[in-house]
């Protein structure tokens, strides 16, 4: 593990900011339909495939018959996959009546809205190959499990609902399918409302090995394919028809309130969900290479270029440590708007001194200058906070004050990294506190590049691939690793916890030595933390 001491967090706010839900953008295809092929395990005929609910059940030889099949789209062969997601509208009580429309596939918020007395529950993503090849991994990924939901209804025997459940235990392909099930009595208007939560908790619990929330652990959630958190493991439940609102509790920061109806319907019509023993949304790395275009929501309703869609291509560029890669995410105008309103501010950076570091200069291993920058009254800032939550699915308040960076010719930041481990700061109080002894941390980094750097200046992962450090290794040396080159608006996330929400010491990171005499690179990050930190508030 690295010795280097971390980047000083921002001033420790008075207040923590309300938790908030992140609107989650839809990933959309042009690709034509084609027929699904059913999955043959040994010993019987399985679908693999569970199909999605249907507006008008139909009997059939008294069998449990699904509540709809939803054709699914085929992989691009030039271009990124894509998921065949379907929007629906169904009323709170009756999934089953609900009806089904390839719309326009369109930003939604992750809080289900309601409508006329409608609920609009997260578009349908049926567990076909090709929407499962953008999750599934060849090797397993800790703490990342994929569910597949199905909806039955049962009239001819006494009249039941059931939810069937396929797992895929750390994102990979079991050898041996197995579905497991849950069934209760319909309600007078049908659908899956009538379900107990705390059952298909319990399941997922069982059958996946998920931990409780304790002492250095955040409780675990289930999120949509496109990062709309549904629910976690200690949301407050209630048993009315739909309720939904933020726990004032600030203690747990990633729990909103819901009721059993509306959790249900909304497990149902997902059709897919990604559970994170974390607690908050990583972007799949699926392997390295992957593509997968999303479009960013409109951010805020003011009169600026920052707020329009967006559309962005995320690529894959390590799998360890987990790195991807964001074109298209900032303009030029928006690179050069934050350089020059940061640059009457900027100093030269300080770090977090470890226990072992005290009395030491910062400049030991950083020379970078810094400054703090906050979007109050500024639109573009506060546009990119949005856009940054929308690309992360972490909710704002999460987030650091940007930080801004600049470095001159041979200046550069040794390999660090940019969680706090808590067994370094034994000393220090402040940092204790701030970390609740290991309870939360920075969990990814947002990097931007302002600037295109001819020679030098790349951000470097020295573990990449896993790669053990060599003998006499010093922090910082550039010649091993993964090097992202600075390109004007380009954008890296890199994470420092892992799925389970554990420090990841392959997050290794350092800034190499801008090389080139009239080169100065600027760049800029948001840290965004694991939990509600207060730095910035919630909407």
């Known amino acids: 593990m690295s010795n280097i001491s971390a980047d000083q967090p921002t001033t420790q706010p ?33 679908n693999l495939s569970p199909t999605s609910a249907s507006s008008t059940p139909q009997k059939s030889n008294g069998l449990s018959i699904f509540v709809a099949v939803i054709a699914f789209f085929a992989l691009g062969v030039l271009s990124p996959p894509s998921l065949h997601t379907v929007r629906h509208v169904a ?22 809205s309601t409508t006329n007395n409608k609920l609009l529950l997260p578009p349908h993503t049926p567990c076909t190959s090709s929407n499962l090849a953008n999750y599934i991994h060849d090797t397993p990924v800790p703490g990342l499990h994929i569910v597949c939901i199905e909806s039955l209804l049962n009239f001819d025997a006494d009249n039941t609902n059931t939810l069937r459940f396929a797992l895929f235990q750390n994102a990979i392909r079991p050898k041996l399918y197995q579905r497991k099930k849950i069934t ?17 908790k319990q399941l997922l619990v069982n059958e996946l090995g998920l931990m409780p929330e304790g002492p ?4 675990w959630a289930l999120f949509t394919p496109l990062g709309q958190r549904i629910v976690g493991e200690n949301d407050v439940v209630t048993r009315g028809e739909n309720s939904s609102g933020d726990d004032n509790d600030d203690d747990k920061h990633n729990s909103v309130m819901k009721s059993n109806t509306q959790i249900l319907q909304e497990l149902a019509s997902s059709g897919m969900v990604l559970v994170f023993q974390g607690g908050n949304w990583r972007w ?6 992957f593509q997968r275009n999303i479009e960013l929501s409109p951010t805020l309703d003011i009169d600026v270029s920052p707020n329009e869609k967006r559309n962005i291509t995320i690529e894959t560029l390590s799998m360890t440590p987990l790195v991807v890669s964001i074109k298209g995410f ?11 309103k940061a640059e009457p501010s900027m100093q030269y950076s300080g770090v977090s001194l470890k226990d072992n570091d005290k009395g030491k200069a910062a400049s030991n291993w950083r020379t970078s200058q810094s400054a703090f920058l906050y979007s109050n009254r500024d639109p573009i800032l506060t546009a990119i906070d949005h856009r940054t939550a929308s690309l992360s699915r972490v909710p704002k308040g999460h987030q650091e004050v940007l930080q801004v960076l600049r470095y001159g010719t041979t200046e550069k930041y040794d390999a660090h990294h940019d969680y706090f481990d808590p067994r370094d700061y034994q000393s220090d109080q402040n940092t204790m506190n701030l ?24 951000t470097i992962f020295p573990q990449y691939r896993n790669k053990p450090l060599p003998r006499g290794y010093v922090h910082s040396d550039c010649r091993q ?19 389970r929400g554990q420090m990841d010491p392959l997050s290794l990171h350092g800034a190499c030595p801008v090389i080139g005499e009239d080169d100065i690179k600027w760049a800029a990050n948001k840290w965004i933390w694991s939990a509600p930190m207060g730095f910035t508030a919630d909407d």
Not at 284 to 289: H, L, S, Y
């Open 284 to 289: 799949p790395g699926v392997r390295e290479g």
């Open 330 to 340: 900032l303009t030029d105008q928006e690179c050069d708007h934050i350089a020059t």
């Open 184 to 200: 209760a009595r319909a309600t007078e208007n049908g659908g899956v409302g009538s379900m107990d939560w705390h059952q298909v």
């Open 216 to 219: 250095r652990q955040q409780p």
């Open 14 to 46: 008075t207040r923590q900011a309300q938790p908030a839900i992140v609107s989650s953008l839809l990933l959309t295809s042009n690709m034509p339909p084609k027929k699904e092929e059913a999955t043959k395990t040994n010993g019987s005929s399985k």
């Open 481 to 499: 690793g993964l090097k992202v080159k600075p390109q004007k608006g380009k954008v890296i996330i890199f994470y420092s916890l892992d799925d």
């Open 91 to 112: 009323t709170q009580l009756d999934l089953s009546s609900s009806s089904l429309s390839t719309a326009d596939v369109t930003a939604q918020s992750s809080s289900p």
């Open 435 to 458: 970390i609740q002894g290991g309870k939360r941390n920075r969990f990814a980094t947002v990097f931007w590049y302002l600037t295109t750097v001819k020679e030098g200046g790349e």
